[in-house]
């Protein structure tokens, strides 16, 4: 009798981002089979997951997943039965630093495309409101490598950063906003983890920068508090604009942030008859690094 496959759960897409959490698992009802987790890469084949990642029985988890990543995963048992597999794609990540998604003019930013294979030819590019798909170095910035930096940001800076390979691949996105303004609201510049503890700093450009702020979500008060407020264990509610104002001073630009949770990204079902055992892979990913929703 034939295997049968049976595909559970599927988004759209296999795609990761570096910095990316990944747990993959051989759910299975027979332990006794020794069931793990194999993968083939560019670099490597058939390796197991003590190889490269964490193994806990029959399940593997991958802190920071990195390009060299990619490749093809699948279960396969003690006797050399296998499951279904698994394809994915890990792209470089773009950073930000400082870690903010709002900056006073004539600020400075360093903004980079986290990557193992430097052949890829990644570079920083952006959309503003005058330019589309401009390119670090040519147009803006100073480009070291796979990296940009911008020594005196300006208001027309504001806007969609990403990491573009020669072949056209493209990273998470980033959006910076550049005020001319006194306030700035410092907040996640990346996806919050559903159950993590966020602070968002109201700061002034001249010291003192600690002054009383009142913080508003979506238009409405939050809170007013000494200079910052912190939000425990976010969930999906807490998504939405953000923005805070200091008396005397004036009120920071909005800020979107994101909150992201697990996600079940594919689950394969693989029944054998000979074996008398279903296995499932099962492939998890946790975001907890910035995910742009897309470029503008």
């Known amino acids: 009798m034939s295997n049968l496959v049976t595909i559970l759960v599927s988004l759209l897409s296999s795609q990761l981002f570096e910095g990316d959490s990944v747990s993959l698992s051989c759910e299975e009802d027979d332990s006794s ?7 083939n890469t560019t670099r490597e084949t058939r390796t197991q997951c003590d190889d490269w ?3 806990a029985g ?18 396969e048992s003690r006797e050399g039965a296998t499951s279904n597999s698994i394809s994915i794609t890990v792209t470089a990540g773009l950073t930000v630093s400082p870690s903010s998604s709002q900056f006073f003019q004539e600020d400075s930013v360093s903004l980079s495309c986290e990557e193992d294979d ?8 952006r959309n503003t409101t005058r330019e589309t798909r401009t390119q670090c170095g040519a147009d803006w910035g100073r480009s070291a490598g796979s990296s940009c930096s911008i020594g005196f940001t300006f208001p027309g800076d504001s806007g969609v950063y990403w990491c573009e390979s020669r072949e056209g691949a493209t990273s ?11 306030v700035i609201l410092q907040s996640p510049v990346l996806p919050v983890m559903e159950g993590h503890d966020v602070t968002l700093h109201c700061k002034t450009k001249t010291p ?12 409405s008060l939050i809170t007013e508090t000494t200079g910052h407020m912190t939000i425990h264990h976010v969930n999906k509610s807490d998504e939405g604009l953000y923005s805070c104002d200091i008396r005397g001073h004036g009120e920071s630009p909005p800020s979107w942030i994101t909150v992201t949770g697990q996600e079940n990204l594919t689950m394969i079902r693989f029944t054998s008859s000979s074996l008398a055992s279903q296995i499932t892979l099962l492939f998890t990913l946790v975001q ?5 929703t897309g470029r503008t």
């Open 118 to 125: 430097s052949s890829a030819g990644w570079r920083l590019r």
């Open 172 to 182: 998470n996105s980033i959006s910076i906003t550049v005020t001319g303004g006194a």
């Open 53 to 55: 990642g964490r193994s």
């Open 288 to 292: 907890s690094r910035s995910r742009g």
């Open 33 to 39: 089979a020794g069931w793990r987790l194999r993968r």
């Open 208 to 219: 003192p920068s600690n002054l009383p702020a009142a913080f508003y979500k979506d238009g």
């Open 58 to 75: 029959s399940s593997c988890n991958i802190t920071h997943i990195v390009p060299l990543d990619s490749g093809v995963y699948w279960c």
